[in-house]
C-alpha cells in the first residue's frame, strides 16, 4: 500500500504492506509485521493499494445509476 501526508508543503509517500489504524494516526507495517512508520491522522492525506493490490467488487446491479 502507498500511504500519503502531507507533513509541511508538500506531500510525502511511505510504501508498507499494512497499516493499523488507533486513535490519534495509522502504525504502518513490513512483511514482517514489524512497524516501519507512523502517521497521525492531522497530516494523512489517503492510503492507496498498489496496482497488484487492488481488489475487483462485484455489483448486483442493485447500485448502478441509471
Excluded: Q, W
Excluded at 20 to 32: D, K, Q, T, Y
Excluded at 42 to 66: A, M, N, Q, R
Amino acid at each position: 500500500m502507498k500511504v500519503v501526508y502531507k507533513p509541511g508543503n508538500a506531500y510525502e509517500e511511505v510504501n508498507c504492506f499494512d497499516f493499523r489504524e488507533f486513535e490519534h494516526g495509522v502504525v504502518l507495517r513490513n512483511e514482517e509485521g514489524y512497524n516501519i512508520g507512523y502517521v497521525p491522522h492531522e497530516i494523512l492525506s489517503h492510503i492507496e493499494p498498489h496496482p497488484e493490490e487492488e481488489v475487483d467488487f462485484e455489483s448486483d446491479g442493485s447500485d448502478d445509476v441509471e
